[in-house]
C-alpha cells in the first residue's frame, strides 16, 4: 500500500503539453491549461498549504501565493536530494511523474541502498546503458525536473520568476541542508556556514527546526 499526504506530483502538471514536434505526442488535456491549473494551484494552497493562504485575502494576492508555494516546492525538493544523498538511498526513476510537490519520496519501483559509496551507482537495471538516475545525479535531476515543473506552469506563474529562483537558490539551499546533516552524521554543531566559491554568497535563512 502506498501513503503519501498527496499523490499530486511534477508530472501532475504536465498533463496541458502540446504537440511534441518529435513524437507527435501530447498531455490528456492539451487545451484546457487555463481553465484547469488555476484551480490545481488552488487546491494545493488549501489542502496541503494552508499556512500560505491564512496569510493572505482575496483572489488578487493568488499570484504572490503560487510563487510562495513554488519556493516551497523548491526548498523541499532540495533537502529531499540531500537526504537521500546524505543516506545513500537510489530511487531509480527519476521522472517528473515521481517527484512530489510535497518533497517526500514516492513511487519507487527498483531502488536501492548503496552497501558503499560508489558515486555511479545505479540500481535500476533499465538505466544501466546511460545512468541518468545514478547515485551522484540524484540533485541535478531533481533540479531538472523542477524546470520542467516551471515551464509546465507558465504562464499563471511566471517562468523568468520560477526559473531565476531554481537557478539562483537551489543549489544553496540543497548545499545548506546537505552539510548541516552531514555534520550532525558526524557530531558536530555547525554554527557558520560552509560556503564553497563556486556555490556563491546568497544564502537564505532557515529557522534551526528545519534541520535539528
Known amino acids: 500500500m502506498r501513503i503519501a499526504p498527496t499523490f499530486m506530483r511534477f508530472g501532475s502538471f504536465e ?9 507527435g505526442g501530447a ?11 488555476p484551480p490545481m494551484l488552488n487546491y494545493l494552497l ?28 523548491v526548498r523541499s525538493t532540495a533537502r529531499l536530494a540531500s537526504l537521500w544523498q546524505c543516506y545513500g538511498f537510489c530511487h531509480g526513476v527519476l521522472n517528473t511523474d515521481n517527484l512530489s510537490v510535497m518533497g517526500v519520496t514516492i513511487d519507487y519501483g527498483p531502488f536501492a541502498w548503496m552497501e558503499h559509496h560508489d558515486p555511479d551507482f545505479i540500481c535500476n537495471h533499465s538505466d544501466q546503458d546511460r545512468g541518468r538516475y ?14 520542467k515543473l516551471a515551464e509546465a506552469l507558465d504562464p499563471i506563474l511566471d517562468i523568468e520568476f520560477s526559473t531565476n529562483l531554481i537557478r539562483e537558490q537551489y543549489d544553496i539551499m540543497y548545499l545548506d541542508f546537505w ?8 557530531g558536530f554543531l555547525i554554527t557558520e556556514p560552509v560556503e ?17
Do not use: V
Open 15 to 23: 498533463i496541458f503539453k502540446p504537440h511534441d514536434p518529435m513524437t
Open 27 to 37: 498531455g490528456p488535456s492539451i487545451g484546457l491549461k487555463d481553465k484547469m491549473l
Open 46 to 73: 488549501k489542502y496541503h498549504c494552508p499556512e500560505i493562504s491564512s496569510e493572505f485575502d482575496g483572489d488578487e494576492t493568488l499570484p504572490q501565493q503560487y510563487k510562495i508555494l513554488f519556493e516551497n516546492i
Open 134 to 147: 545514478r547515485y551522484k545525479a540524484q540533485p541535478d535531476i531533481c533540479k531538472w525536473n523542477l524546470e
Open 179 to 186: 552539510t548541516t546533516r552531514m555534520a550532525q552524521k558526524l
Open 196 to 212: 564553497p566559491a563556486s556555490i556563491g554568497t546568497s544564502r537564505p535563512t532557515f529557522k534551526d527546526s528545519e534541520f535539528r
